[in-house]
């Protein structure tokens, strides 16, 4: 017969308990935020570099096709922008810095196009997942025009997540895997 030192079997308890209520803390502070600002390897490289960004994941959003591929998505005729979604710690950083870092990385003037890239697919958007978070962008979208900080007024769409697709393998972590220290703010 097994015997079981009840202290130990009660301290294993209390343990288990208190690492319970740090795991439940830690996911209420861990948020989702989807962005697109062209081209994504670029865009996912600059927010992986922000302290309390946990994770980052390519894809494709706001468009009409379930399950679009690069190829498809490149035609232009599934609406879909390539995008990222940032997971984030919101006790470390905020959505807020997370808009401004969104708007210092990219040309939010411009319409289906990004320094080279151009079609709808490299559209500056904004995809929220509530209506806080719209407000949060709209009052930032107003602050950055009233700023003076670009000659033209910003013409990010702004819209409610709908499906996010993972983008194909080879394009996560593109700049990582080879090396390459993307844009730097």
Not at 68 to 96: F, K, M, N, R
């Amino acid at each position: 017969m097994i015997t079981v030192d009840r202290s130990l079997y009660k301290f294993s308890l209390f343990l288990l308990s208190f690492f319970s209520i740090i795991m439940a803390e830690e996911n209420t502070n861990q948020k989702e935020a989807f962005f697109a600002a062209g081209c994504f390897w670029g865009v996912e490289s600059t927010f992986q570099q922000l302290e309390g960004v946990k994770s980052t994941t390519v894809g494709y959003t706001g468009g009409k096709v379930k399950n679009p591929s690069y190829e498809l998505v490149c035609t232009g005729i599934t609406d879909h922008a390539e995008a990222v979604q940032v997971v984030y710690d919101a006790s470390v950083i905020s959505y807020e810095e997370l808009l401004d870092t969104f708007f210092e990385l990219h040309d939010p003037t411009t319409i289906d196009r990004q320094g080279p890239d151009v079609g709808s697919q490299y559209r500056s958007a904004i995809f929220y997942t509530n209506e806080e978070e719209k407000t949060l962008v709209e009052i930032k979208i107003n602050q950055v025009n009233e700023s003076g900080k670009f000659r033209s007024r910003i013409v990010t769409e702004i819209a409610p997540i709908n499906n996010f697709y993972d983008a194909e393998d080879y394009h996560q972590d593109y700049y990582k895997k080879r090396g390459i220290i993307g844009c730097a703010i």
